[in-house]
């Protein structure tokens, strides 16, 4: 059949034809051979675009597409709609991107940028003269999600999934759900008590029926593809029959052995056997046995499983392996602070009277270890003066992390208003480069806190803390006056940078999804598909996917919630065909597409001799094809044919 490609050249406003001639693109292009129709329009996405090339279709009979415009990534599914609806393959519809690729890159080189761009088109056109009429492929559809993270963004997607009717496993490393939420004394700017709003959902999550929930637990294996991924779960020996346990806490009470308390972030002590803090759910003990006696000292002690009422301390349970098969996976693994001790600089992990935020969060919370009230760690007297500091480790490319982390500027300024309602006649002092209150009331509180409550805001950064004298002693400037500062201080609070779950990079590994550059899962497209994974199936909620406040992350994790339910609305899942194949007339069966397939896709055919690609599993990355030795690993709509054709017309003079 002859090929009858159209081509739709797109101003996007000056976009485009502020730099390109869009005019004469196009009528360049009506004379390259197997181009029935060539066309220019200002804003070929807008409705009355697409109806253009819905109507051109019919009236040339074309057979395939060209619509040259900017990134697939944005408009490619549009486009598709369009020429299906009128009656072509929507694999025959192709993006030439004349905007990122040519125009933009080349403002003032007119002539430069028109040639670029008609050579552009005529690579695409070049490729969809041999483009295959593909179909979508389908495969069965799992209908339960697993969730993996139980802090406010886990259970917000938990919860939105199982009230949309569908089951979920939810899974949480520690011994109790909540994350760093549970941690934190009140929450800005309503200054609401965070255990209020926190404890009815994490009792509800742990009561709902659709929700299997698996705390002390960690991801051990997955295996499989979107609607069809099989999972394994260690559940970690918690040496106490959690069934069983009625939570009493007698062993807790009679346990001989202290250590630090890591939801006290180290403030406080707690148990070798512990449950970690009072409102924790499941509200069941776990042992430790990296402090346990019992573990350490061959057999001494045994008092928890002497004093048990129930008889439910189980020194020789193991960890446990449960396997799932789930059809989609949200991530929500959360955030770690920047490791105080390196900022040096400020005597982090040195001096004890230099605290995290964390730290003061848990200082502040009636349920803490002072019980609200404010005090150094390093005596327990009540601070008269406290210096807190913004962008400890944010916004330093050189040193530490070159991005902000969006969070420190309001609870430090939380911190410093709380800090004067409980000790009225303290002075709180923040130091800050640029104060960033971006969201609702956030500014309206960060006034409210150096107008009515009198914190005093000193633009500049510390250059260093020392101990002088039994006090914090804090040098700064004063970038507004010039001058420089020094404070002798009581503490020194550390707005620290927010970074990625210590175990996110390895989790991220084993499920084979994305990071940024500095580890925070990575999302398929930053404003148009903000928590969906390059990777199908996967789904991203809360700090996991970057720096966020509470009420964006419950927000991304309904949304994540929502792509869940949308992909289970469906019996079966429809995935893009443009994937590897194997030519099995010429495969050497030599098992080197098998080795670096990163999806495990590849397997081998042992009756036959010969590899095969597992069609709802491949990703369609290339990665076989360009390994090789054969040829024989081809991909659909872009074969080595399509290739060589695509650069000659690229070389044409």
Same mark, same amino acid.
């Given at each position: 059949?002859?090929?009858?490609?159209?081509?739709?050249?797109?101003?996007?406003?000056?976009?485009?034809?502020?730099?390109?001639?869009?005019?004469?693109?196009?009528?360049?292009?009506?004379?390259?051979?197997?181009?029935?129709?060539?066309?220019?329009?200002?804003?070929?996405?807008?409705?009355?675009?697409?109806?253009?090339?819905?109507?051109?279709?019919?009236?040339?009979?074309?057979?395939?597409?060209?619509?040259?415009?900017?990134?697939?990534?944005?408009?490619?599914?549009? *486009?598709?709609?369009?020429?299906?609806?009128?009656?072509?393959?929507?694999?025959?519809?192709?993006i030439a991107n004349i905007r990122e690729h040519c125009s933009w890159v080349h403002q003032g080189e007119k002539e430069a940028a028109t040639e670029k761009a008609i050579k552009i088109i005529k690579t695409m056109v070049e490729k969809a003269r041999l483009d295959e009429a593909l179909d979508p492929i389908s495969?069965?559809?799992?209908?339960?999600?697993?969730?993996?993270?139980? !802090?406010?963004?886990?259970?917000?997607?938990?919860?939105?999934i199982a009230n949309a009717g569908h089951e979920v496993v939810l899974v949480e490393k520690s011994p109790s759900v909540g994350g760093h939420m549970a941690q934190l004394s009140e929450t800005f700017p309503t200054l609401d008590c965070s255990q209020c709003i926190m404890t009815p959902k994490m009792v509800e999550?742990?009561?709902?029926?659709?929700?299997? +929930? =698996?705390?002390?637990?960690?991801?051990?294996?997955?295996?499989?593809?979107?609607?069809?991924?099989?999972?394994?779960?260690?559940?970690?020996?918690?040496?106490?029959?959690?069934?069983?346990?009625?939570?009493?806490?007698?062993?807790?009470?009679?346990?001989?052995?202290?250590?630090?308390?890591?939801?006290?972030?180290?403030?406080?002590?707690?148990?070798?056997?512990?449950?970690?803090?009072?409102?924790?759910?499941?509200?069941?003990?776990?042992?430790?046995?990296?402090?346990?006696?019992?573990?350490?000292?061959?057999?001494?002690? !045994?008092?928890?499983? &002497?004093?048990?009422?129930?008889?439910?301390?189980?020194?020789?349970?193991?960890?446990?392996?449960?396997?799932?098969?789930?059809?989609?996976?949200?991530?929500?693994?959360?955030?770690?602070?920047?490791?105080?001790?390196?900022?040096?600089?400020?005597?982090? !992990?040195?001096?004890? #009277?230099?605290?995290?935020?964390?730290?003061?969060?848990?200082?502040?919370?009636?349920?803490?270890?002072?019980?609200?009230?404010?005090?150094?760690?390093?005596?327990?007297?009540?601070?008269?003066?406290?210096? *807190?500091?913004?962008?400890?480790?944010?916004?330093?490319?050189?040193?530490?992390?070159?991005?902000? @982390?969006?969070?420190?500027? =309001?609870?430090?300024?939380?911190?410093? %208003?709380?800090?004067?309602?409980?000790?009225?006649?303290?002075?709180?002092?923040?130091?800050? %480069?640029?104060?960033?209150?971006?969201?609702?009331?956030?500014?309206? *509180?960060?006034?409210?806190?150096?107008?009515?409550? #009198?914190? +005093?805001?000193?633009? !500049?950064?510390?250059?260093?803390?020392?101990?002088?004298?039994?006090?914090? =002693?804090?040098?700064?400037?004063?970038?507004?006056?010039?001058?420089?500062?020094?404070?002798?201080? #009581? %503490?020194?609070?550390?707005?620290?940078?927010?970074?990625?779950?210590?175990?996110?990079?390895?989790?991220?590994?084993?499920?084979?999804?994305?990071?940024?550059?500095?580890?925070?899962?990575?999302?398929?497209?930053?404003?148009?598909?903000?928590?969906?994974? +390059?990777?199908?199936?996967?789904?991203?909620?809360?700090?996991?996917?970057?720096? &966020?406040?509470?009420?964006?992350?419950?927000?991304?994790?309904?949304?994540?919630? @929502?792509?869940?339910?949308?992909? *289970?609305?469906?019996?079966?899942?429809?995935?893009?065909?443009?994937i590897a194949w194997i030519d099995e007339d010429t495969c050497a069966g030599c098992r080197v597409c098998i080795s670096v397939c990163p999806y495990d896709a590849a397997e081998f055919d042992e009756e036959n001799g010969i590899a095969k690609i597992q069609e709802a599993i491949c990703e369609g990355c290339g990665?076989?094809?360009?390994?090789?030795?054969?040829?024989?690993?081809?991909?659909?709509?872009?074969?080595?044919?399509?290739?060589?054709? %695509?650069?000659?017309?690229? +070389?044409?003079?």
């Amino acid at each position: 059949m002859e090929e009858r490609i159209g081509v739709f050249v797109c101003h996007c406003g000056s976009n485009i034809a502020g730099v390109v001639d869009v005019k004469r693109v196009a009528e360049e292009l009506g004379k390259y051979p197997g181009v029935a129709h060539s066309t220019d329009y200002t804003y070929m996405c807008s409705d009355p675009g697409q109806n253009l090339v819905k109507d051109a279709i019919k009236e040339h009979n074309l057979t395939g597409v060209i619509v040259a415009a900017c990134s697939p990534t944005l408009h490619e599914a549009t *486009f598709r709609r369009a020429g299906r609806v009128a009656g072509v393959n929507p694999y025959q519809v192709e993006i030439a991107n004349i905007r990122e690729h040519c125009s933009w890159v080349h403002q003032g080189e007119k002539e430069a940028a028109t040639e670029k761009a008609i050579k552009i088109i005529k690579t695409m056109v070049e490729k969809a003269r041999l483009d295959e009429a593909l179909d979508p492929i389908s495969v069965p559809m799992t209908h339960k999600a697993l969730v993996v993270g139980a !802090g406010i963004a886990g259970i917000q997607a938990a919860l939105d999934i199982a009230n949309a009717g569908h089951e979920v496993v939810l899974v949480e490393k520690s011994p109790s759900v909540g994350g760093h939420m549970a941690q934190l004394s009140e929450t800005f700017p309503t200054l609401d008590c965070s255990q209020c709003i926190m404890t009815p959902k994490m009792v509800e999550v742990s009561q709902h029926p659709r929700i299997n +929930l =698996m705390t002390y637990s960690e991801i051990d294996d997955v295996a499989g593809f979107v609607g069809n991924f099989k999972v394994k779960i260690r559940k970690k020996a918690a040496y106490v029959d959690r069934d069983a346990c009625t939570g009493c806490g007698v062993c807790v009470e009679k346990c001989p052995v202290k250590t630090e308390s890591e939801f006290d972030e180290g403030l406080a002590m707690r148990k070798a056997i512990y449950t970690p803090f009072p409102q924790a759910v499941p509200n069941k003990p776990v042992l430790d046995p990296e402090h346990c006696t019992y573990f350490l000292k061959d057999g001494k002690c !045994g008092i928890c499983q &002497k004093v048990c009422p129930v008889g439910c301390v189980d020194y020789e349970q193991k960890d446990e392996i449960i396997e799932e098969e789930v059809g989609a996976i949200v991530v929500a693994t959360g955030y770690d602070l920047y490791p105080i001790e390196n900022m040096g600089e400020y005597g982090g !992990g040195k001096y004890a #009277d230099v605290i995290t935020g964390l730290q003061f969060e848990r200082m502040l919370s009636a349920s803490g270890p002072t019980e609200g009230e404010v005090r150094r760690p390093s005596d327990g007297k009540e601070p008269k003066e406290i210096v *807190f500091l913004t962008c400890c480790g944010s916004r330093d490319p050189e040193a530490h992390m070159p991005y902000c @982390s969006k969070v420190c500027c =309001m609870y430090l300024t939380k911190h410093a %208003m709380l800090y004067k309602h409980k000790v009225h006649d303290g002075q709180a002092y923040v130091f800050y %480069m640029d104060v960033r209150t971006a969201g609702k009331g956030y500014e309206e *509180f960060y006034t409210r806190a150096a107008e009515e409550d #009198d914190v +005093l805001y000193i633009r !500049g950064k510390v250059s260093k803390i020392y101990e002088e004298d039994g006090k914090v =002693m804090v040098w700064g400037v004063d970038t507004l006056t010039g001058k420089k500062v020094e404070i002798a201080a #009581d %503490m020194a609070v550390l707005g620290l940078a927010t970074v990625p779950n210590v175990a996110a990079k390895k989790l991220a590994n084993k499920l084979k999804i994305h990071t940024d550059e500095w580890g925070f899962l990575a999302e398929a497209h930053p404003k148009l598909r903000p928590v969906e994974s +390059l990777a199908p199936g996967f789904y991203l909620a809360g700090a996991a996917q970057g720096p &966020k406040d509470i009420p964006e992350a419950v927000a991304q994790a309904s949304g994540a919630a @929502s792509k869940v339910a949308h992909l *289970f609305a469906e019996e079966e899942y429809h995935r893009e065909p443009i994937i590897a194949w194997i030519d099995e007339d010429t495969c050497a069966g030599c098992r080197v597409c098998i080795s670096v397939c990163p999806y495990d896709a590849a397997e081998f055919d042992e009756e036959n001799g010969i590899a095969k690609i597992q069609e709802a599993i491949c990703e369609g990355c290339g990665a076989c094809i360009a390994a090789c030795p054969s040829a024989s690993a081809q991909q659909r709509n872009l074969t080595d044919e399509q290739v060589y054709k %695509m650069v000659s017309a690229a +070389l044409e003079g």
